[in-house]
């Protein structure tokens, strides 16, 4: 008999990055990156998982922008010729390292990988990265969840219209992707506030995930802590984030990734190697990672890197996938006998984190799932599967909460980005009051409204106030939130003054052209009508 059950979720999300105005843009590339550095390689694990008959179970959430971004067929034929200059570039890479054994092997690993692929990409899949996540599904090992409609930080929108809208927008969109509704909703940042449990009631969504301490500051204090889900008043689940599991996997000191046989992150060709050669393998002639890597960690407190051995790092991939495992047992044995219950440990992370953080982390995770298959200890399930072990649980109200620093909304209000939030208030309530006014719009008209509510949930994303916290590319992130409420502004007054520019609108529904066919401007009166 088992002692406890372990449940590994992945969350997926990138911004809507689509720039049809230019050749090449670097932030199409974080999209690019992400599928071949995470999310391809994350298909292949579990794909040969199943293939080799090894039992295992995982929760995988793809956020509304990503499932959009994915089906792109204008990102779709710029990633797969993203992966062609990588193919020559790595080519180049093992001509020039041709007089050194080591460095000329890995240039020719970058090769073999970019070449698998781009063959995989265009061949196996057809370049269509849904499909394989819906056989996984089918198939009864992955339980698919999403999100909020373009990531909205939910607390800090205030208009419960508005919150309403961007979990309806999600779900429908999840829904009309993958023709059911979700168990499990990730809350953007894993931000709980009070007022979504309704709204995801409503919506069909049996659970959530949350941090920590939004489970043990609850009302009243959960009997079992984090080991168990509470049930919020409105009879949705709430699982807390297991401490110990993202401390072993995500801790920049403690954690896996910081190894020194792990390749490193830091060092990549695009910012060390001549601009003219490098060429096409950089966004408009700017530097930018290609994702060829020749060092490992070696020493996190020092500049001086080893060359990275390939060999060795998945040795210590799969001697990390024991570690965690054996900890996890542990924990389960602990907390069995403590509690009388078997505790859930809830491990969730970002997906961009496995494969493109930490090269190795695919490995690690097929590592994982290997060795559990033969633990008797413990058991992996999804969350939607835990009430057929225990179908009652504690009622109680979570606390307010989030995974950010701090745990609360520090992150994403402060001083570099709290000016965001009153403009944003104040166009969700002039969208609202204009798409109220035009509710029997047709044509033109009713195009240019449903961009306008486009355009405001673009800018709700929670990925622009945080890249301006983190200093990444603030610029970028301003831009873009200023120039969504700036679109949105014209439409809204070219539609008061029947005057719609046709050639403006098309350009912007091209270019911003997320949840195309939904009728947003119609569900934003439907949550609106919701709560009056």
């Not at 969350?11 to 199409?28: Q, T």
């Not at 992707?177 to 909703?185: D, E, Q, Y």
């Amino acid at each position: 008999m088992n002692k406890g059950f372990l449940s590994i979720v992945l969350h997926a999300h990138l911004p809507f990055v689509k720039h049809p105005e230019y050749r090449d843009s670097l932030e199409e590339r974080w999209l690019f990156q992400a599928i071949s550095e995470s999310y391809m390689p994350i298909l292949n694990v579990l794909e040969k998982l199943s293939n080799d008959k090894v039992p295992y179970r995982i929760t995988v959430s793809l956020s509304p922008p990503l499932l959009d971004m994915l089906g792109d067929e204008l990102l779709k034929e710029r990633f797969s010729a993203y992966l062609e200059t990588l193919i020559v570039l790595a080519g180049k890479e093992v001509t020039r390292n041709s007089s050194n054994p080591h460095l000329r092997s890995l240039a020719e690993m970058y090769r073999n990988r970019f070449t698998w692929l781009h063959k995989d990409f265009n061949d196996k899949y057809g370049r269509d990265l849904i499909s394989p996540w819906k056989a996984l599904e089918s198939a009864g090992t992955v339980e698919l969840i999403t999100s909020a409609a373009t990531h909205g930080y939910l607390p800090l929108l205030l208009q419960k219209e508005s919150v309403a809208l961007q979990i309806e927008t999600g779900i429908s969109a999840f829904r009309r992707t993958f023709g059911h509704t979700p168990k499990g909703f990730w809350l953007p940042e894993c931000a709980y506030s009070p007022e979504v449990g309704p709204l995801l009631k409503k919506q069909g969504v049996q659970y959530f995930v949350l941090e920590t301490h939004g489970m043990l500051f609850a009302s009243p204090r959960p009997r079992f802590g984090f080991h168990a889900p509470l049930v919020t008043p409105e009879g949705v689940l709430a699982f807390g984030r297991d401490p110990d599991c993202s401390k072993q996997v995500w801790s920049a000191e403690e954690g896996y990734p910081g190894d020194p046989n792990y390749r490193e992150f830091y060092r990549d060709i695009g910012y060390e190697l001549p601009l003219d050669y490098l060429g096409d393998a950089l966004p408009g002639g700017h530097r930018a990672p290609t994702g060829i890597k020749y060092h490992r960690v070696t020493d996190r407190t020092k500049d001086h890197k080893e060359l990275y051995e390939p060999i060795s790092a998945g040795r210590m991939a799969w001697e990390h996938a024991g570690n965690f495992a054996f900890w996890r047992t542990k924990e389960a044995e602990h907390w069995e006998g403590v509690l009388g219950r078997k505790p859930i440990m809830i491990a969730p992370y970002d997906a961009e984190l496995f494969g493109h953080w930490w090269y190795e982390g695919p490995m690690w995770l097929e590592g994982l799932f290997r060795r559990l298959a033969d633990n008797r200890n413990v058991k992996l399930i999804t969350p939607g599967e835990y009430v057929q072990y225990y179908p009652l649980n504690q009622i109680a109200q979570p606390a307010s909460s989030s995974w950010g620093y701090k745990g609360y909304h520090e992150v994403w209000l402060n001083d570099v980005n709290a000016w965001m939030y009153r403009h944003l208030h104040y166009w969700q309530d002039r969208v609202l009051d204009a798409c109220k006014k035009q509710e029997s719009a047709r044509g033109l008209k009713r195009r240019a409204l449903d961009q306008a509510v486009r355009e405001m949930l673009l800018a709700q994303s929670s990925d622009w106030p945080f890249i301006m916290k983190t200093g990444s590319l603030p610029k970028y992130a301003q831009n873009r939130f200023v120039n969504h409420l700036g679109r949105l502004g014209r439409l809204l007054r070219e539609i008061s003054e029947g005057a719609i520019d046709p050639v403006f609108l098309n350009e912007i529904e091209n270019r911003d052209s997320i949840f195309r066919g939904m009728d947003l401007s119609k569900a934003y009166v439907r949550a609106a009508s919701g709560w009056s």
